[in-house]
C-alpha cells in the first residue's frame, strides 16, 4: 500500500483514539517502544522512522478494512 495512503490511515485512527490511551505503546522498532504520540510526531513529520511504524502496524493488521 502507498506511504500516504497509510499515513492518512494512521492519522485517522490518531484521531479516534482517547487522549489517556495516547501514551500507550503501539510499535517497537530497533528495541524501542513507540506510544500514539511519539509515533504521531514522526508520521506526521514524514520522517524514516515515521514510515517504518506505520509499515509495521499495516503489517500486523492495523488498516485493515472492517
Request: cysteine-free.
Amino acid at each position: 500500500m502507498d506511504i500516504e495512503v497509510l499515513r492518512s490511515k494512521f492519522l485517522k485512527a490518531y484521531s479516534s483514539v482517547p487522549d489517556k490511551l495516547r501514551q500507550d505503546v503501539i510499535a517497537v522498532i530497533d528495541g524501542k517502544p513507540y506510544s500514539w504520540n511519539a509515533s504521531f510526531v514522526e508520521v506526521n513529520g514524514k520522517t524514516p522512522l515515521g514510515d517504518r511504524i506505520i509499515k509495521q502496524l499495516e503489517q500486523i493488521g492495523m488498516f485493515k478494512e472492517r
